[in-house]
């Protein structure tokens, strides 16, 4: 499984990104920022999201690896050191 990190600027309400992240074990890390644990290619994730939108947006799916810096007892932290693969 692959840790995506999911982030854009598209303001809308409601926003349509949450339907497909909460399709997904996730967690957020800021109003417009999730990470997702997935099979699923990055372009299929990014495809999915971007086919929301008729407008452009800026969108940037990223796929995640160890290491990574976070405040450490922190639930993003947390969320992440059990998902992600070593380098």
């Keep these: 499984m692959s840790v995506l990190l999911i982030s ?3 303001w809308t309400d409601p926003d349509p990104v949450l339907r497909i992240v909460e399709q997904y074990k996730h967690i957020q ?3 417009s920022t999730y990470a ?3 099979d699923e290619q990055t ?3 990014f495809n999915k999201i ?3 939108f ?3 947006i ?3 799916v990223v796929t995640l690896i160890k290491p990574f810096a976070s405040p450490p007892k922190g639930q993003v932290s947390k969320w992440l050191s059990k998902r ?3 380098d």
């Design 50 to 52: 971007i086919s929301l």
């Design 58 to 60: 800026h969108l940037l």
């Design 8 to 10: 854009y600027d598209a």
């Design 29 to 31: 890390l800021s109003e």
């Design 36 to 38: 997702i644990e997935t």
């Design 43 to 45: 372009r299929t994730i």
């Design 84 to 86: 992600l693969p070593e």
């Design 54 to 56: 008729d407008i452009d």
